[in-house]
């Protein structure tokens, strides 16, 4: 059974900082590339950041670039999210996503996290 466990959220003020973890079980974890999705109160899904299965290329959501920091450590399962300066509207439930297609026929393999909540606010 594949798990993906996330942790890190909280309460934090206006300027802050979390960091986000997400540990993953039942999968071959460097296979897959993982993201990070947010999804604020009465708000669709938004992609926040992306990471590939080596670590090597990194991509982030306008709203958060120069703010926010996507890591990996295969040997851990894990991928972080670095957040830094906090600001209300990144007030969401964040959740972690593992996603791969291989194979033939292409086949696509894609998990999800139950989520974490992160509130800023003063």
């Known amino acids: 059974e594949v798990q993906l466990v996330e942790s890190g959220g909280g309460l934090v003020q206006p300027g802050g900082s979390l960091r986000l973890s997400c540990v993953a079980s039942?999968?071959?974890?460097?296979?897959?590339?993982m993201r990070w999705v947010r999804q604020a109160p009465g708000k669709g899904l938004q992609w926040v950041s992306s990471?590939?299965?080596?670590?090597?290329?990194?991509s982030y959501s306008d709203s958060v670039k120069g703010r926010f920091t996507i890591s990996r450590d295969n040997a851990e399962k894990t991928v972080y999210l670095q957040m830094n300066s906090l600001q209300p509207e990144d007030t969401a439930v964040y959740y972690c996503?593992?996603?791969?297609?291989?194979?033939?026929?292409?086949?696509?393999?894609?998990?999800w996290g139950q989520g974490t909540q992160v509130t800023v606010s003063s």
């Open positions: 990471i590939n299965n080596g670590g090597g290329s990194t």
């Open positions: 996503n593992a996603g791969l297609t291989t194979g033939v026929p292409l086949r696509k393999y894609n998990y």
């Open positions: 039942g999968l071959t974890f460097s296979s897959y590339a």
